[in-house]
Protein backbone atom coordinates (compact mmCIF):
# COMPACT_ATOMS: atom_id res chain seq x y z
CA UNK A 1 0.00 0.00 0.00
CA UNK A 2 0.73 3.72 0.33
CA UNK A 3 3.21 2.93 3.07
CA UNK A 4 5.17 0.38 1.57
CA UNK A 5 5.57 2.95 -1.63
CA UNK A 6 6.90 5.83 0.97
CA UNK A 7 9.00 3.54 2.83
CA UNK A 8 10.72 2.24 -0.90
CA UNK A 9 11.47 5.75 -1.54
CA UNK A 10 12.44 7.14 1.83
CA UNK A 11 15.16 4.37 1.34
CA UNK A 12 16.17 4.61 -1.72
CA UNK A 13 16.79 8.46 -0.71
CA UNK A 14 18.84 7.53 2.14
CA UNK A 15 20.61 5.06 0.35
CA UNK A 16 21.03 7.90 -2.40
CA UNK A 17 22.83 9.86 0.11
CA UNK A 18 25.42 7.30 0.75
CA UNK A 19 26.13 6.78 -2.69
CA UNK A 20 24.64 3.42 -2.83
CA UNK A 21 23.35 4.06 -6.17
CA UNK A 22 22.38 0.67 -7.08
CA UNK A 23 20.37 0.49 -3.98
CA UNK A 24 18.93 3.25 -4.27
CA UNK A 25 17.91 2.88 -8.19
CA UNK A 26 16.28 -0.28 -7.11
CA UNK A 27 14.37 0.64 -4.28
CA UNK A 28 13.42 4.01 -5.92
CA UNK A 29 12.28 1.92 -8.96
CA UNK A 30 10.34 -0.07 -6.51
CA UNK A 31 8.22 2.85 -5.05
CA UNK A 32 8.13 4.38 -8.43
CA UNK A 33 5.64 1.19 -9.85
CA UNK A 34 3.78 1.35 -6.09
CA UNK A 35 3.31 4.57 -6.65
CA UNK A 36 1.99 4.95 -10.22
CA UNK A 37 0.05 2.01 -8.95
CA UNK A 38 -1.86 4.00 -6.11
CA UNK A 39 -1.47 7.53 -7.98
CA UNK A 40 0.60 8.78 -5.09
CA UNK A 41 1.77 11.67 -6.69
CA UNK A 42 4.04 12.92 -3.68
CA UNK A 43 6.15 9.19 -3.35
CA UNK A 44 6.17 9.20 -7.14
CA UNK A 45 7.65 12.57 -7.44
CA UNK A 46 10.24 11.87 -4.77
CA UNK A 47 10.96 8.29 -5.74
CA UNK A 48 11.83 9.86 -9.55
CA UNK A 49 14.10 12.46 -8.32
CA UNK A 50 16.20 10.12 -6.09
CA UNK A 51 16.40 7.39 -8.67
CA UNK A 52 16.78 10.49 -11.49
CA UNK A 53 19.93 11.97 -9.57
CA UNK A 54 21.49 8.40 -8.79
CA UNK A 55 21.10 7.58 -12.11
CA UNK A 56 22.74 11.00 -13.84
CA UNK A 57 25.67 10.64 -11.01
CA UNK A 58 26.27 7.66 -12.96
CA UNK A 59 26.43 10.12 -16.17
CA UNK A 60 23.15 8.72 -17.85
CA UNK A 61 21.30 11.08 -19.35
CA UNK A 62 18.09 9.12 -18.60
CA UNK A 63 18.62 10.59 -14.94
CA UNK A 64 17.72 13.78 -16.14
CA UNK A 65 14.67 12.53 -17.86
CA UNK A 66 13.29 11.03 -14.59
CA UNK A 67 14.39 14.04 -12.52
CA UNK A 68 12.42 16.19 -15.02
CA UNK A 69 9.72 14.39 -14.62
CA UNK A 70 9.65 14.29 -10.83
CA UNK A 71 10.06 18.05 -10.72
CA UNK A 72 7.02 18.79 -13.08
CA UNK A 73 4.96 16.29 -10.77
CA UNK A 74 6.21 17.87 -7.80
CA UNK A 75 5.26 21.72 -9.19
CA UNK A 76 1.93 20.61 -10.55
CA UNK A 77 1.09 19.06 -6.73
CA UNK A 78 2.44 22.29 -5.23
CA UNK A 79 5.26 20.22 -3.61
CA UNK A 80 7.83 22.61 -3.26
CA UNK A 81 10.39 21.38 -1.17
CA UNK A 82 10.53 18.28 -3.38
CA UNK A 83 10.83 20.82 -6.93
CA UNK A 84 13.40 22.23 -5.07
CA UNK A 85 15.14 19.30 -4.66
CA UNK A 86 14.75 18.07 -7.97
CA UNK A 87 16.54 21.13 -9.64
CA UNK A 88 19.48 21.21 -7.04
CA UNK A 89 19.71 17.37 -7.82
CA UNK A 90 19.68 18.72 -11.50
CA UNK A 91 22.72 21.14 -11.38
CA UNK A 92 24.63 18.30 -9.18
CA UNK A 93 24.41 15.61 -11.56
CA UNK A 94 26.02 17.87 -14.17
CA UNK A 95 28.48 19.50 -11.65
CA UNK A 96 29.59 16.13 -10.47
CA UNK A 97 30.44 15.43 -14.54
CA UNK A 98 32.88 18.71 -14.48
CA UNK A 99 30.14 19.95 -17.12
CA UNK A 100 29.57 23.31 -15.23
CA UNK A 101 27.98 25.30 -17.99
CA UNK A 102 24.69 22.83 -17.70
CA UNK A 103 24.83 22.65 -13.96
CA UNK A 104 24.97 26.13 -13.68
CA UNK A 105 21.76 26.87 -15.82
CA UNK A 106 20.03 24.15 -13.72
CA UNK A 107 21.17 25.80 -10.35
CA UNK A 108 20.32 29.32 -11.99
CA UNK A 109 16.61 27.83 -12.30
CA UNK A 110 16.47 26.60 -9.19
CA UNK A 111 17.77 29.33 -7.44
CA UNK A 112 15.04 31.66 -9.00
CA UNK A 113 12.59 29.21 -7.88
CA UNK A 114 13.76 28.92 -4.46
CA UNK A 115 13.57 33.07 -4.05
CA UNK A 116 10.25 33.06 -5.45
CA UNK A 117 8.87 30.41 -2.71
CA UNK A 118 11.37 31.97 0.18
CA UNK A 119 13.18 27.88 0.34
CA UNK A 120 16.20 29.58 2.23
CA UNK A 121 17.93 26.49 3.04
CA UNK A 122 18.02 24.88 -0.64
CA UNK A 123 18.58 29.00 -1.98
CA UNK A 124 21.34 29.39 -0.21
CA UNK A 125 22.96 25.50 -1.25
CA UNK A 126 22.02 25.98 -4.90
CA UNK A 127 23.98 29.33 -5.15
CA UNK A 128 27.32 28.02 -3.02
CA UNK A 129 27.34 25.36 -5.86
CA UNK A 130 26.88 28.22 -8.65
CA UNK A 131 29.54 29.79 -7.16
CA UNK A 132 31.60 26.98 -7.28
CA UNK A 133 30.41 26.24 -11.22
CA UNK A 134 31.56 29.93 -11.72
CA UNK A 135 34.96 29.53 -10.63
CA UNK A 136 35.37 26.10 -12.82
CA UNK A 137 34.16 28.43 -15.64
CA UNK A 138 36.69 31.09 -15.28
CA UNK A 139 34.53 34.01 -13.87
CA UNK A 140 36.04 34.51 -10.61
CA UNK A 141 34.72 37.54 -10.32
CA UNK A 142 30.84 36.22 -10.24
CA UNK A 143 31.98 33.12 -8.30
CA UNK A 144 33.26 35.63 -5.45
CA UNK A 145 30.51 37.39 -5.32
CA UNK A 146 28.02 34.22 -5.06
CA UNK A 147 30.29 32.65 -2.38
CA UNK A 148 30.33 35.96 -0.24
CA UNK A 149 26.39 36.46 -0.58
CA UNK A 150 26.00 32.55 0.94
CA UNK A 151 29.08 33.83 3.42
CA UNK A 152 27.04 36.86 4.99
CA UNK A 153 23.62 35.13 5.53
CA UNK A 154 22.69 33.45 8.09
CA UNK A 155 21.46 30.40 9.66
CA UNK A 156 23.60 28.43 7.03
CA UNK A 157 24.37 24.52 6.79
CA UNK A 158 27.61 23.81 7.51
CA UNK A 159 27.63 21.84 4.01
CA UNK A 160 26.79 24.83 2.60
CA UNK A 161 28.87 27.25 4.31
CA UNK A 162 31.87 25.11 3.47
CA UNK A 163 31.60 25.03 -0.23
CA UNK A 164 31.21 29.06 -0.54
CA UNK A 165 34.43 29.18 2.25
CA UNK A 166 35.87 26.82 -0.57
CA UNK A 167 35.62 28.85 -3.04
CA UNK A 168 36.00 32.61 -1.21
CA UNK A 169 39.59 30.28 -0.35
CA UNK A 170 40.42 29.49 -3.24
CA UNK A 171 40.08 32.77 -5.49
CA UNK A 172 41.75 34.88 -2.81
CA UNK A 173 45.00 32.06 -2.60
CA UNK A 174 45.02 32.44 -5.99
CA UNK A 175 44.82 35.62 -6.44
CA UNK A 176 47.39 36.58 -3.27
CA UNK A 177 44.49 38.08 -1.14
CA UNK A 178 44.54 39.56 2.25
CA UNK A 179 42.82 36.84 4.71
CA UNK A 180 43.18 33.96 2.49
CA UNK A 181 44.72 31.39 4.90
CA UNK A 182 41.96 32.33 7.42
Known amino acids: GRELAM ?60 LERGLQLAIGAGLDDLAARAHANLGFGYEEQYRFDL ?25 AWLAHCQFFLGDWNQAQVLA ?21 ATIRVRRSQFGAEA
Open 103 to 127: AARYFDAGIEFCAERDLEHFRLHMT
Open 7 to 66: AYATLARLRGTTLDDADAIALGTRAIALAESLDITETMADALITVGAATLSAADERGREQ
Open 148 to 168: RAVLNSRNLAPVTRIVALLVE
